[in-house]
């Protein structure tokens, strides 16, 4: 029998989600403590869901280092940034095929075999002999890392209160930034040792650990084993992710903005039949602005386009009209990590007008700080640019946590697995279509014609400018989920 939560931990979850009283919102005001990640028998558990995440996290790090070794011994340079693209599709298919796979096998064995998985991936990823073997072992390994990341967020909801939520998730986050040193650090070592397998062979064991503990540790719930496999809305959804991803493959504006209006229209048509499907792989009212669920659901997509805008072409901005090396863009991304993180964990443990204040509060920064960016990046100093990439970050992390607890928080009765499932799935789409829409912006301003300072510097002024426009959004939607939607959640 694996380990369970304890009786007075399971009978303060269940009074917290049936109470949809003023009750409620008070206790909520009351901080938690982070030793209650650890009382009552959830030690093991976040030991497990910051396993799995982490192996997640570190892939991502790893790909990205390694991949210039690894086109050099099997060669396929013209696919360099497909083993991130077709990881990011498979993350997305998994992601959203989470909740079937719950629903389907159980609890313990739904997340058992997303462990295994991911496992076979990594192993996978570790012996192909050229680049089309190794496409296809990225795919299968990110559909892996989708159903761990999408179970992973079913059993916060499951298993932490409300009031302890925000903690679990900001150790979420704190593991990322962890990979984001480690996972650069493995590939690295490997590449050095001129052996890229490595960095998948050390993996492994991890990848093995994290599914013994999950069939341990997990306990059971009934499954529907004659559920049908969703076939048709993931073969669509992944079809809308892979034109959102072959932008990257073409300079021509038109292409690309047709590429990307085919994408958002084949995504929308994945969650229209989703909606009227007996089993559905979202939440009711997914996409919706009306609804609570939906109003969280925007902040994730706009937060993951954010952060995915200014970690594509940043770099690429302060190479050409800064000359910094390679190490200080390495840097950068780590100060922004940094930064996340620090949000997520100083407000953590806020309720009450705290949380509602800091939600669209950590977006309002963000758009601010992105503002100060641009100007540092166009005609500042390193040293502001590295201060405004960690307010960023500190912006984002600070609603994103919240705004994550909140969104669980609103799920509408029946469906709270499904709803937390879900989210990586969202903000994997924000990604995507962050890339797409950023290098659709890149191309119509003329980088296509080619990298002179004057060029690039039109580019920047063009990418981030537009890209501080959507924290701003973003913050509009916190501002009416906390306000008109925060009366829904409380029973106000």
């Known amino acids: 029998m694996g380990v369970t939560l304890g009786a007075p931990a399971a009978r303060a979850y269940t009074a917290a989600m049936n109470d949809t009283s003023g009750a409620a919102a008070a206790r909520e005001e009351r901080k938690a403590g982070w030793i209650e990640l650890f009382r009552d028998g959830r030690g093991p558990y976040t030991i497990l869901l910051n396993l799995g995440v982490g192996l997640h996290a570190i892939d991502v790090f790893v790909i990205t280092t390694v991949m210039p070794t690894v086109v050099a011994d099997i060669g396929g340079v013209a696919y360099y940034t497909w083993t991130s693209m077709l990881y990011m599709v498979g993350t997305i298919v998994g992601a959203a095929a989470g909740s079937h796979m719950r629903a389907r096998l159980g609890t313990r064995r739904g997340y058992f075999w997303g462990g295994l998985l991911l496992l076979a991936g990594t192993v996978a990823c570790a012996v192909p002999p050229d680049m089309a073997t190794l496409l296809a072992a990225r795919a299968f390994k990110g559909i892996g890392g989708g159903l761990v990341l999408a179970q992973s967020m079913a059993l916060v909801s499951d298993l932490y209160a409300p009031a302890i939520r925000t903690r679990i998730l900001a150790t979420v986050t704190t593991t990322w930034s ?86 958002a229209a084949l995504v929308w048509l994945t969650f229209r039949i989703d909606q009227a499907a007996r089993h559905s792989l979202f939440p009711s009212h997914a996409l919706s602005l009306a609804a609570p669920v939906g109003l969280a659901y925007w902040t994730y997509f706009l937060i993951s386009v954010t952060h995915t805008t200014l970690l594509i072409f940043a770099p690429l901005f302060l190479q050409v009209l800064h ?22 964990l100083a407000v953590s443990g806020w309720s009450g007008v705290w949380e509602r204040a800091a939600s669209p509060g950590g977006m309002v920064l963000a758009a601010a700080t992105t503002v100060a960016f641009t100007v540092s990046v166009l005609s500042g100093t390193l040293w502001w640019v590295t201060i405004w990439s960690a307010f ?67 580019v920047a002024l063009w990418v981030l400018v537009l890209t501080a426009l959507v924290p701003a959004v973003a913050a509009l939607v916190c501002l009416r989920a906390v306000t008109w939607g925060w009366a829904y959640r409380t029973g106000r």
């Open 178 to 263: 962890i990979a984001a040193v480690i996972g650069p650090a493995i590939g690295g070592i490997f590449a050095e040792l001129d052996w890229w397998r490595g960095a998948f062979w050390a993996q492994a064991p991890f990848g093995l650990a994290f599914a013994w503990m999950a069939w341990s540790l997990v306990r059971d719930a009934a499954a529907a084993p004659g559920r049908r496999f969703p076939w048709r809305r993931l073969a669509l959804l992944a079809a809308g992710v892979m034109a959102a991803g072959l932008t990257a493959q073409f300079d021509a504006p038109l292409v690309n903005g047709a590429l990307v209006v085919l994408a």
């Open 323 to 344: 000359d910094v090396t390679p190490l200080y863009v390495g840097y950068l991304s780590l100060v922004f990590s940094i930064g996340w993180t620090a949000g997520a």
């Open 392 to 458: 960023i970050g500190i912006g984002i992390g600070a609603t994103n946590v919240l705004m994550t607890s909140w969104g669980m928080g609103v799920a509408r009765a029946g469906e709270e697995a499904v709803t937390a499932s879900s989210m990586p799935t969202i903000r994997s789409l924000g990604v995507a279509f962050g890339a797409a829409a950023a290098g659709l912006v890149a191309n119509s301003a003329g980088l296509q014609e080619g990298l002179a300072p004057a060029t690039v510097a039109n």
